[in-house]
């Protein structure tokens, strides 16, 4: 789960990273408000939890609180990458120094947290990483031992600090680290840390993704998952979580319904390869039951892109009959409000096949075959 | 014959009691896998299926060897439950379990590593050696017993991917399920080579899907060390989003990384055949073992 | 530090381990109200730091909320152990089936905690180990790993539990054991935890004893350090603790100042063969000053029970000259109230001389020598 | 020779800008001890004594071979700095620091054993090899070369003993403090073992206090192996009252545990002589060594 940076820098505050005094304004003239007790000038954010946002001008500046009171009025409402700005942070303005990079992950391949730090902030670190990867530092944790705080000493000093700044990053650094670990971060970034004249550092923004599967630890954030405040899900995508559902939306017409991430994944690319396009990824998941499939069929059938939907199933635990039951169950409530394509084959594959021929519904044996016929009807429709 | 289980491979399941650890120890004991015991807390001196029940697995070593075990414990349990098993000396756990956060799995592999013991998953179907062992949720069916090795993140998919191959004439010795979360004990790497070693696998199939890089690893370590088995791959996801998860915790492209385009290309170069749909790796597998 | 029951069970309480419904009263009726609140029967326990307090008569019962006043009457004010009781904790009375002993403490040869364990739980564990050890479960923790749950298990069954039992029992000891982690316990202990008719565990008692050294990672109980309320001091150690002074307060006249813990309690020792009895165990620590100097002697000197005060001081980073000029701070500041015997070896050992000969203090050369003048000066005053 | 640091040795002084760590780095250099660096982060560039100071113990030991370390940092930072010498492969660890959280001892003392590395203290005067190195806080006059080896849970009252011995006319071998905590790096039995080896050591002097069961062990040791070079001790603590903590964080009596009485008679039932005052050592001393 991605926290907006309100949010995330509350969570920094909490472990003593420095942030820019701020406010959060949900309205033009909250924010003009907060303007004027902080003192001018100002910069107004845009809270949605999508990156690049300053390049998508969700960042903006104002030098009184009139204009903070305007450009928070541009903001507000409107989209940023396909998300609503239901919020601004109105912050003071950080006079800078140097802009850094720094950050905890997740190292796949080494099966750890990693640090990564730079001296090149303010961009995204991938482009660094291409550009001037000699600007960057990566400190692999080992999970057993944690960063200590020398290992953060020896990470700072690699940015080139020495004396009193070299203690006080370092300990940002610590700090860092042990939110991440403490509020299980799948990513913390702080970009850019900025250093200002005075030879302090500020968390400027502030990135918090929490491990969604570590969230029964965290029961603060739990809370939030299915709140429409969070930012970074469609309506669509929150309805479907709500439903127990993996959801994603796509910008097709051919609405997918598989079971398990990787059929599901195929199906789309096969619907591709025919030239068509999928409206969305939901994966049913293992041992799917009738109430699943039906509750999936008619979150597709209230979409209204949506010109077909195809049904990929592989009958392993998951048992065809019980999906074929979940079709019909939806059959009898709404009736089909498009098309459906079936594809099944596994466990109880000839029950299954008997339920739906019954309600009309022709089962196919392949997958390039219920592709090939899906992207078909979305044409004609 | 085989990688990671074999006939003799005598396994303890954790989490026996639940609804899926008692549906899948039947399915197991059909297949004919030593299940030699079940732990579930509190449900000492239980049967499930003929298997008794204990509430430690140090208990259960106490009345019968095993080297393996199956975790199907919930994800708030699972660092737990493997935590016992390597402390109790087992060899060989899969962990069924999706869910586990990451800083869990990282602990779980990074102590396995110290205990020289393999950990297949998270978030996996499990292993299956066709015709001598099964330890996982692989619907059994689908297999057919043969000399293609298989590594895989997904589940379904490869099932899909067993029974084209079944279709097709040829056979299984070993799947793997290394799991679909961003951390797992196994990658394609670790399999390859266990497989390379396995006189019953005559070729090897990859199935990969975004995220991570796994895939470009396996790619680069089939190219450098010159890996004397033929190896096909299929890689789901070309259709995939950056920043969108598709279904499994670890599919997912990050900024620049772990695109399907990317793993497929570092394969080819590799000389790894890349399959564009799962129909194909049949004629795959046929040309790969000199048949056709 | 001690905590006082009733503080304990607080603690226990945030990480869910059972106590017994209750609330602290300071006066006779509000022991009463809150029998009334609870229902009777009750338990009025005396809320003092000290070990046996149910043998010295600090734990009463009452059959009705009269009965409670009364006995909290006699209990609050009383002494127990030479320690005020300033508040009593009055709970519900539990129905008990079986008493069970449970506790985490540090083994200091295998320098790790250990958990221990026991069937015979409401006596004192040393009583079991030393009748009963086959009754005593002991389970040494490797601090690099941690108790895990089915580590609990392990000893919870050893107790000869199984079931629902067995799993509540060893989720309790695995919460007291991350209690004891997180809250940097030299020792936390239940005696007797209680198991009622109806198969529940409850913490009868609970005693939390904090490391000292660890306050600094524990805000909230470092306030209560000096504080008055605290319950195992005497007002003398507090009021040494408030000056940085180890100090403990013995039965005897003669006082004691000594620099470093092996040397003070070398002297004690010599005293005490010397037939005397010492006042006090006073430590000035490491490099003492001539003010931890002063302020050392002066508490003595507020001391009535103390008949004369013996100065044992070994210079090595500690310079005889600062020691001896904080003698004489005294004498100028408030005279020798008491007669007192120096003994002074090592660095600057003659400049220290001097400055005592110049104020008609004679400085011995051995430890006996001193030991034998003080005695002597005791019985003759 | 000595054991534990030697003439060779070559030491870190983590703390070094501290007013104790400053304050002993004059006295260990002008006792001959090899200071090859100091650190203290941030200070990196400055010098104490012309000691070069660095920020980090990796960095210094860039610049100059070392395999000991002494820690002055205050008790906060103390388990960080300990971890950080073990991390860094020295092998010898004296930590000066008082008010080290008994948890973050456990964890040191863990990491030392896992790596093969001695922790003298927390809570030490620290070791002296006389006449070859001192690296600790003791006042180095008190001590006159010879063949006594000392080990100690206490300072002053050491030093005291360390005095008495050489007005005797004796002196000794090494003398190291095992700390006053109650958890600590060495154990008497460890620093018995070393002495054994140790040509230069003819006798050993344990000076014991109550609290735990360190001369307990020690006598068991004596007894159980045939201990060949004379021991003699001295147990402060008669006096002390149960519960009381007297002074130092390990002396303290807890139920019926640690007495000075149980001690004593331990230690006197396995031959070894214990002194009622601190005054008696020498003559001990001389008996020991054959000589009065």
Known sequence: MNLLEFEAKEVFSRYGIPVPRGEVASTPSQAEEVAERLGVPVAVKAQVAAGGRGKAGGILFAETPQEARDVAGRLLGSEIHGLRVRKVLVEERLRIKRELYFGITVDRSSRCYVAIASSEGGVEIEEVAATAPERIVRFPIDPLYGLKSYHALRIAKALGYSGRQLRSLSSLFHRLYTLAVEQDAELTEINPLVETPEGEFIAADARLNIDDNALFRHPEFKERLFSEERGDLTPEELEARRRGLAYVKLDGEIGVIGNGAGLTMATLDMIRLQGGRAADFLDLGGGASSERMSSALSLLFSDPRVRVVLINILGGITRCDEVARGILEVKEKMGFRRPIVVRMIGTNEEEGRRILREAGVEVLESMEEAAERAVEIARRE | ?292
């Open chain 2, 1 to 292: 014959m085989g990688i990671f289980v074999d006939r003799e491979t005598r396994a303890i399941v954790q989490g026996i009691t639940g609804t899926q650890g008692r549906f899948h120890t039947r399915l197991m004991l059909d297949y004919g896998t030593k299940i030699v015991a079940g732990v579930t807390p509190g449900r000492g001196g239980m049967e499930v299926h003929g298997v008794p029940v204990y509430d430690t697995i140090e208990e259960a070593l106490g009345k019968h060897e095993a080297e393996a075990s199956i975790i199907f414990v919930p994800a708030p349990f699972a660092l737990d439950a493997a935590l016992e098993a390597l402390e109790n000396g087992l060899k060989t756990i899969v962990i069924i379990t999706e869910g586990i956060p990451i800083r869990d799995s990282m602990e779980i592999v990074a102590r396995a590593k110290q205990r020289g013991a393999t950990i297949i998953g998270p978030n996996t179907p499990g292993v299956i050696t066709v015709g001598e062992c099964k330890l996982g949720i692989m619907p059994a069916q689908v297999f057919k017993e043969g000399s293609v090795g298989v590594a895989s993140r997904s589940g379904t998919l490869t099932y899909e991917i067993a029974a084209a191959i079944s279709r097709g004439g040829f056979g299984v010795s070993t799947c793997v399920g290394i799991g679909g979360d961003p951390i797992t004990g196994l990658n394609f790497v670790e399999v390859l080579e266990r497989f390379r070693d396995d006189p019953s696998t005559e070729a090897v199939i990859l199935i990969g899907e975004i995220g991570g890089d796994l895939e470009e690893r396996a790619a680069r370590y089939i190219l450098e060390q010159g890996y004397l088995k033929p190896v096909a791959a299929f890689i789901a996801g070309r259709s995939a989003v950056a920043g969108k998860r598709m279904g499994h915790a670890g599919a997912i492209i990050q900024g620049r990384a772990g695109t399907a385009e990317s793993k497929i290309q570092a394969l080819r170069e590799a000389g790894v055949e890349v399959a564009e749909r799962p129909g194909e790796i049949a004629k795959i597998v046929g040309e790969l073992l000199g048949r056709d």
